[in-house]
């Protein structure tokens, strides 16, 4: 019998203990062809992009200096990991513990991984995502002949129902929920990538779908009457689940896929995820979807290499915000 390529060796390209026997210098090395890739890991200026740079390490953190601008910086500056404080090292074991997750890893699990607290790991997950969305960004599925799928999954919000029968109420009605509960939208293209958003209903849905998905394409969707809308543009094939999963008419089963990781992620592995960063982990099992047939080494350079052409993070940036830890 055929050995499945996930358990192959060709599967494995980089590991773990690999990365951690690099000393300083090869980790640095490391980063900096994944980031100047154009140079084969020559430094250029991130202010001016002056390919010209003169050493003048000091300390452990190599430094140059632009002939152009005469600024100085580092092969972290500007990147997702500037102003870093840990070892370069300890960021590509990061990496590497990230992108072998399956169903990704909580930032308790990171954190004690690496022996960083919660608080840097929760920062150094979502700046993971962060780069991960960015392959993303203002992309589009489908076009003349393509199918794509078009599903909604229902997360959070959940009510507690009470001990007795008697004192139980219908979770079902308006009244008796939390308001908390979103929908996780996923558009998927047949053998192609995946789009996600978060929106309050399935409905809510329908300008981002015709947004993200070319003409000509056709959509699968189920019976929901939120994705009626779509006629308008595109043909849609509807499946009803109440009699098939799936047939030779119309089927959402790669949507369902998704799903699929997306709950194991968040009952195994997260156990609760807040409603502000639904939105990122989404979009993380989404990239883990498309890439799961890929080697565990190009899942470690396509994240580095993103984490090294993305710029800072948006919202993780400086030190930790206590307002953001309310909110979880």
């Given at each position: 019998?055929?050995?499945?390529?996930?358990?192959?060796?060709?599967?494995?390209?980089?590991?773990?203990?690999?990365?951690?026997?690099?000393?300083?210098?090869?980790?640095?090395?490391?980063?900096?062809?994944?980031?100047?890739?154009?140079?084969?890991?020559?430094?250029?200026?991130?202010?001016?992009?002056?390919?010209?740079?003169?050493?003048?390490?000091?300390?452990?953190?190599?430094?140059?200096?632009?002939?152009?601008?005469?600024?100085?910086?580092?092969?972290?500056?500007?990147?997702?990991?500037?102003?870093?404080?840990?070892?370069?090292?300890?960021?590509?074991?990061?990496?590497?513990?990230?992108?072998?997750?399956?169903?990704?890893?909580?930032?308790?699990?990171?954190?004690?991984?690496?022996?960083?607290?919660?608080?840097?790991?929760f920062?150094?997950?979502?700046?993971?995502?962060?780069?991960?969305?960015?392959?993303?960004?203002g992309?589009?599925?489908?076009g003349?002949?393509?199918?794509?799928?078009v599903?909604?999954?229902?997360?959070?919000?959940?009510?507690?129902p009470?001990?007795?029968?008697?004192?139980?109420?219908?979770?079902?009605?308006?009244?008796?929920?939390?308001?908390?509960?979103?929908?996780?939208?996923?558009v998927?293209?047949?053998?192609?990538?995946?789009?996600?958003?978060?929106?309050?209903?399935?409905?809510?849905?329908?300008?981002?779908?015709?947004?993200?998905?070319?003409?000509?394409?056709?959509?699968?969707?189920?019976?929901?009457?939120?994705?009626?809308?779509?006629?308008?543009?595109?043909?849609?094939?509807?499946?009803?689940?109440?009699?098939?999963?799936?047939?030779?008419?119309?089927?959402?089963?790669?949507a369902?896929?998704?799903?699929?990781?997306?709950?194991?992620a968040?009952?195994?592995?997260?156990?609760?995820?807040?409603?502000?960063?639904?939105?990122?982990?989404?979009?993380?099992?989404?990239?883990?979807?498309?890439h799961?047939?890929?080697?565990?080494?190009?899942?470690?350079?396509?994240v580095?290499?993103?984490?090294?052409?993305?710029?800072?993070?948006?919202?993780?940036?400086?030190?930790?915000?206590?307002?953001?830890?309310?909110?979880?």
């Open positions: 019998m055929a050995q499945h390529f996930l358990m192959s060796a060709a599967a494995r390209t980089i590991s773990l203990k690999a990365v951690m026997r690099l000393s300083d210098a090869d980790a640095w090395t490391m980063f900096r062809k994944l980031r100047w890739p154009d140079t084969d890991g020559s430094p250029v200026c991130p202010h001016c992009e002056c390919p010209i740079a003169y050493d003048v390490t000091r300390g452990a953190t190599p430094r140059y200096r632009c002939k152009a601008c005469r600024r100085d910086f580092s092969p972290t500056s500007g990147t997702l990991f500037a102003y870093h404080k840990l070892h370069i090292r300890d960021y590509m074991a990061a990496i590497v513990i990230f992108v072998n997750a399956v169903k990704g890893i909580s930032a308790l699990q990171l954190g004690r991984d690496l022996d960083v607290s919660y608080k840097a790991a920062v150094l997950g979502h700046k993971l995502r962060e780069a991960m969305a960015t392959e993303m960004k992309a589009t599925v489908g003349v002949g393509a199918v794509v799928e599903d909604g999954c229902h997360v959070g919000g959940h009510v507690r009470e001990n007795r029968k008697e004192d139980r109420k219908d979770r079902r009605l308006a009244e008796n929920q939390t308001g908390k509960r979103e929908v996780v939208v996923a998927r293209e047949r053998d192609g990538r995946t789009l996600t958003a978060v929106f309050k209903s399935e409905a809510a849905s329908v300008d981002f779908i015709k947004a993200r998905v070319e003409k000509g394409s056709t959509i699968h969707a189920d019976e929901g009457i939120g994705w009626d809308k779509l006629r308008a543009k595109f043909p849609v094939k509807v499946i009803n689940h109440s009699l098939a999963y799936s047939t030779d008419e119309a089927c959402t089963n790669q369902e896929s998704f799903f699929s990781r997306l709950r194991r968040e009952f195994g592995q997260h156990h609760r995820i807040s409603g502000i960063y639904l939105g990122r982990y989404a979009g993380e099992m989404a990239w883990r979807e498309d799961r047939r890929k080697p565990n080494g190009t899942l470690f350079s396509i580095a290499k993103r984490a090294g052409i993305m710029g800072q993070s948006v919202d993780f940036t400086g030190y930790w915000q206590r307002s953001r830890v309310n909110q979880v």
